[in-house]
């Protein structure tokens, strides 16, 4: 089955810096990935999410990038503030599961006023 | 706003116990998804519906039961649940399975005595 390996696991910025987490996948199979974040006692969010057939999407302060040679994807945050503290998952699903997310084990962003 | 609505938002229950968690949507969306997240983990998927039909079971103990009765509602009944269950419950639903956006409720946060 997939695998996604996410990393770093914890991320300790100063507010107004960037912050890049990465994600790799083990599956060529898999076509869809989102991003979610987590505050603490709340719900996962998702935040933005690409399919296999782009290589960047961009919402805001918030972009994603893939590699589908090297099987990786990342997300970039731009001009951090506290309130983007908080969890970040990444996922990825695949047609051979029957579109089952595979989630990264977390990241831990803090950003620091 | 949260579009997927789950109840109760926290459940306390002995091991003798049968009780059920409620999930409602209505956003016309055909795929529904049950999640079990401890903590700081990612979700671990339990169940999928697709058109009200059950499509993933993810060897899940029969002490959980779920039930899509309607596209907009979906259960899961809990009967002779063990301590290492209380966990955050969180339902989800997307457009249908697939590389579709799936959307989390608030959870319910279950503890089992």
């Known amino acids: 089955g997939e695998n996604v390996e996410q990393h770093p696991s914890t991320l300790s910025v100063q507010e107004g810096d960037s912050a890049v987490i990465k994600c790799t996948y083990s599956d060529s199979a898999s076509n869809y990935f989102p991003w979610y974040k987590q505050e603490l006692g709340k719900r996962p969010q998702l935040i933005i999410d690409i399919r296999s057939n782009v290589g960047e999407k961009k919402d805001q302060r918030i972009a994603v990038t893939l590699n589908k040679t090297a099987k990786h994807f990342s997300l970039h945050i731009t001009e951090t503030q506290p309130e983007d503290s908080a969890v970040y998952f990444c996922a990825a699903s695949q047609i051979g599961s029957n579109y089952k997310l595979t989630f990264g084990k977390g990241t831990l962003l803090t950003v620091n006023p | 706003d949260t579009e997927v609505t789950q109840t109760p938002k926290h459940l306390v229950m002995g091991m003798t116990n049968k009780k059920s968690l409620k999930c409602e949507q209505h956003m016309g969306h055909r795929a529904m998804y049950w999640y079990k997240q401890k903590a700081k983990k990612p979700p671990e998927l339990m169940f999928v519906y697709s058109y009200e039909k059950l499509s993933i079971n993810e060897s899940v103990p029969s002490r959980f039961s779920p039930e899509c009765p309607n596209s907009s509602l979906l259960n899961l009944h809990l009967h002779a649940l063990q301590p290492e269950d209380s966990a955050l419950y969180l339902c989800?639903?997307?457009?249908?399975?697939?590389?579709?956006?799936?959307?989390f409720g608030d959870g319910t946060r279950l503890s089992i005595l």
């Open positions: 989800a639903s997307s457009h249908e399975t697939g590389e579709w956006a799936q959307h």
